[in-house]
């Protein structure tokens, strides 16, 4: 009955971080529609489809398989190897974080090129950073998962959304109002994906503590 109470509460609270997750998510993009309109949208979709692309390749089935390699291991009371996964994980996720993220920062206008959009490339400079910090974060939170510790997934995902909401819009807000273009504003709009990933990141390192 202890572990079925565990099980749900788990659920539960990662359900509790979707459904917040995805409200916070509405109330930027809507919004942000209305802002840029269709041209800054497009800006901003080739830059977010590079960005997904990138991201997927980099950690496609990763956090699963540390989560359950991590929930083996320490149901067998193997420790020593619950770190040594944990290690080599962070080490793998932040190598092709940095290969990724650096890859969409040195050369945004190729990338932009192949979307048939020169004019997204700063929002793919701005966005390279997230990479990383997402990666990172996916080697915690399978680390942390598998020890049966959902809250700091949960807490994480909800820190991303709010920052994305409130510095993606107040950013692309500003840069209107100062008479900026489409993609410029998209891109303002795009930092608050950045801010968002690395504040996450960071409290994550925090509960490691």
């Known amino acids: ?97 940095l290969v990724c993220g650096g890859a969409m920062f040195l050369f945004p206008h190729v990338l932009a090129n192949l979307l048939h959009d020169p004019l997204a490339a700063a929002g793919i400079r701005i966005l390279a950073p997230s990479v ?24 994480s995902q909800i820190i991303e959304s709010a920052a994305k909401l409130t510095v993606g819009l107040t950013a692309c807000v500003w840069l209107l109002k100062r008479g900026a273009a489409a993609e410029t504003a998209a891109a303002g709009a795009i930092l608050g994906v950045t801010v968002g990933a690395a504040l996450g990141l960071g409290y994550l390192l925090f509960t490691l503590r």
């Open 132 to 155: 990383g910090c997402i990666c990172v974060m996916s080697a915690i939170r399978g680390y942390t998962q598998g020890l049966g510790d959902m809250l700091p997934t949960a807490v």
């Open 1 to 97: 009955m202890a572990g079925s109470a565990g099980f749900f509460g788990s659920a539960a609270v990662l359900t509790t971080a979707v459904f917040l997750g995805k409200i916070l998510g509405a109330l930027y993009k809507i919004p942000l529609g209305n802002l840029l309109g269709s041209s800054g949208m497009a800006h901003f979709y080739a830059a977010y489809n590079v960005f997904n692309v990138l991201l997927l390749l980099s950690t496609a089935g990763l956090p699963v398989a540390i989560s359950r390699l991590t929930a083996e291991s320490n149901a067998m009371g193997r420790h020593g190897q619950v770190r040594r996964i944990f290690r080599t994980s962070l080490l793998l996720l932040t190598t092709i974080g």
